[in-house]
């Protein structure tokens, strides 16, 4: 008995609940709707969002269903430090990237995606190559929440997949449509409170129905030494060293989370990072402990998918009032990345490719950038639901996407810090990263001998860069360098001849690795003096205060002064 | 002792959210109250 069965919505029940969830953030859309809608809002919320909805929207972006349910698995998998091993270094991804954040907004204080500021800095590939993985990249997210709400609707409720699948992106497409980024953002805090209430109330209440503490001493037995070890080593080694890889590429190359960057206002950047930082990791721990709870009680995944033991746990130890309070709190999760991505789609369609390789930025018109916008968030959710109904496999879309934005990570950090990074540098660094990282993650070359150890010793340099940077953020290049230094030579004796035996670890190390040795090597004899101060002047909003939907003769004139700004002839 | 440590170390983590929840709940309702105020848009 695993209590799904018995544990299902009735069909007015899960309607109730649907409309309340999809019915209540539609009405928040109509309450902010405005009749003119502005182009820039459309995709920053003007650049001054308050702190309150700034760090709601930053936690629940980050935090999708899949994260839940993998915390809980890494917990299920690796024992008590699993939650731990993906929750925390999730969350300190979040801090690690504020101080770059910061740097950003500096010399960039009104653009509207990362990509944009590639263009202004460095020139169309660059830009062409941020734009694309993260269209790439959100068109997964927006396919594995859709999938994700399908399986859990199809398990707790009368309705199969398929109408489960149909229900969420209707639902979310319904909500974002009109007002882009400002609704994302509103209904993601909405959706964040619900979340850590829930989480705040469900973690508990499985706790002690479930008959923990003293579970913890009846079901010892059910755990390996390895699984009982706080400081487990195959725990780091598996899920915390790739993770940790991983999710700084994520943080640094994804328009989700550059979007509330650009939006937030800039005094207040730290305390929401830091909130955020605190709300994810709490959030996503706290529903990993379930998985720990299931591993202590000797529960098996229904049909062997461990995908399976969150809403497994829920259905057997929660009363239906409570179950619905975690249905709500998943669908939430899965919506408030999925409204995220819509979001962020439509920017990088309107600035990357209507606003500056199509219209250009002096021509560009804000009514058609809007309805760009808008058909954008539709064809996106159209082929989220087709791909969806693919069953691709989501995993290594997910590690091919997280290794481009790994081989994207030190030239775009490089680009705003070092005047001599040049676009020939970024974009021949990221391809020959990525044409390296191909064949060691996915075995193409049989990692024996000294194919073996020239991945460990890019790993090493892998390493070190990945520390390097995470140090530099806070402390400047000198620390930075002697702790990446430090990092690379302490890690080499336990790295040569051993971790090419870990695929997605050393693809990602070396990703990182060979994008900043080639980046560097192409850069440091470079006399190129970039001036940082010429982003922001190219960079900036495209609709005025004066702009009107009703008036593109006033846009066009208004982007045509702008435009005369930015002209470097006299 | 240890079954008093894993209930701790499974039991923090509900009651941090929980304090997020109440910091950026009471900032939202400050910024709204605000916003009131000024007679423009919380967003």
Redo the contacts between chains.
């Keep these: 008995m695993d209590g799904l069965e018995s544990a299902q919505f009735s069909m007015p029940w899960i309607i109730g609940l649907l409309v309340l969830f999809y019915g209540g953030t539609f009405w928040i859309s109509l309450k902010?709707r405005k009749r003119k809608e502005n182009a820039d809002s459309y995709m920053t919320?003007?650049h001054n969002?308050?702190?309150?909805?700034s760090?709601?929207s930053m936690?629940a972006t980050w935090i999708w269903a899949s994260s839940m349910y993998a915390a809980a698995t890494s917990g299920y998998t690796y024992g008590?430090s699993g939650p731990i091993h993906y929750g925390l270094w999730g969350a300190l991804m979040i801090l690690f990237i504020y101080p770059f954040g910061k740097r950003i907004r500096a010399v960039a204080p009104r653009a509207h995606t990362l990509a944009e500021v590639m263009f202004a800095r460095h020139g169309r590939s660059s830009q062409l190559l941020l734009a694309g993985s993260n269209v790439v990249g959100s068109l997964i997210s927006l396919m594995s929440n859709f999938i994700a709400g399908g399986v859990l609707i199809s398990l707790l409720s009368p309705f199969n997949f398929t109408q489960g699948v149909l229900t969420v992106a209707a639902g979310v497409l319904l909500y974002t449509l009109w007002s882009g980024f400002?609704t994302s953002?509103?209904t993601d805090?909405i959706q964040?409170?619900a979340m850590?209430?829930a989480?705040?109330?469900?973690?508990?209440a499985i706790?002690f129905a479930a008959g923990?503490?003293?579970a913890?001493?009846s079901g010892a037995a059910n755990l390996t030494p390895e699984q009982g070890n706080f400081f487990s080593s195959e725990a780091f080694l598996n899920q915390g060293a790739p993770y940790i890889a991983a999710v700084l590429a994520y943080a640094i190359g994804n328009q989700t989370i550059a979007q509330r960057l650009f939006a937030v206002k800039s005094t207040l950047i730290r305390p929401t990072f830091v909130?955020a930082t605190?709300?994810y990791?709490?959030?996503v721990?706290?529903v990993g402990?379930l998985g720990?709870?299931a591993l202590y009680l000797g529960v098996e995944p229904v049909g062997g998918d461990v995908n399976n033991l969150i809403p497994q746990m829920a259905a057997q130890y929660l009363p239906i009032g409570l179950l619905a309070l975690f249905f709500i709190m998943i669908i939430g999760a899965l919506s408030s990345t999925a409204d995220s991505d819509l979001a962020a789609l439509s920017s990088i369609v309107m600035t990357d490719v209507y606003g500056q390789n199509v219209a250009g930025k002096a021509k560009a018109k804000p009514t058609t950038m809007l309805l760009i916008g808008r058909l954008t968030m539709v064809v996106a959710t159209a082929l989220a639901v087709i791909f969806a109904s693919f069953q691709l496999n989501i995993l290594d879309l997910l590690v091919f996407v997280g290794a481009l934005w790994g081989a994207l990570v030190f030239p775009v950090i490089a680009s705003f810090y070092w005047k001599k990074v040049t676009n020939k540098a970024f974009t021949v660094s990221v391809v020959v990263a990525l044409a390296v990282f191909i064949p060691v993650r996915f075995g193409v070359i049989p990692m024996v001998g000294p194919v073996g150890i020239v991945v460990d010793i890019l790993s090493v340099i892998g390493i070190g860069v990945v520390l390097g940077l995470m140090a530099f953020g806070f402390f400047g290049l000198r620390p930075a360098l002697v702790i990446g230094g430090v990092a690379a030579v302490a890690s080499a004796p336990f790295v040569i001849g051993f971790l090419h035996q870990y695929a997605t670890l050393s693809g990602s190390l070396v990703a990182y690795a060979v994008s900043a040795v080639v980046c560097w090597a192409m850069s440091v004899r470079s006399s190129h003096q970039f001036d940082f101060g010429e982003i922001a002047r190219r960079t900036g909003d495209y609709a005025t205060e004066h702009d009107d939907d009703t008036d593109p003769q006033a846009a066009s004139a208004a982007a045509a002064s702008r435009s005369r700004d930015l002209d470097p002839t006299p | 002792m240890e079954t008093i440590a894993l209930s701790a170390y499974v039991l923090i983590w509900p009651l941090i959210a929980l304090g997020v929840l109440v910091v950026i709940t009471v900032a939202f309702f400050k910024e709204w109250a605000r916003s009131r105020r000024e007679g423009r848009d919380i967003i």
């Design positions: 902010i919320g003007g969002v308050g702190f309150g909805i760090a709601g936690t008590i400002r953002v509103l805090f964040v409170v850590l209430g989480v705040a109330v469900i973690v508990p706790f923990f503490p003293a913890f001493e909130t605190i709300g990791g709490s959030m721990i706290g402990m720990v709870l």
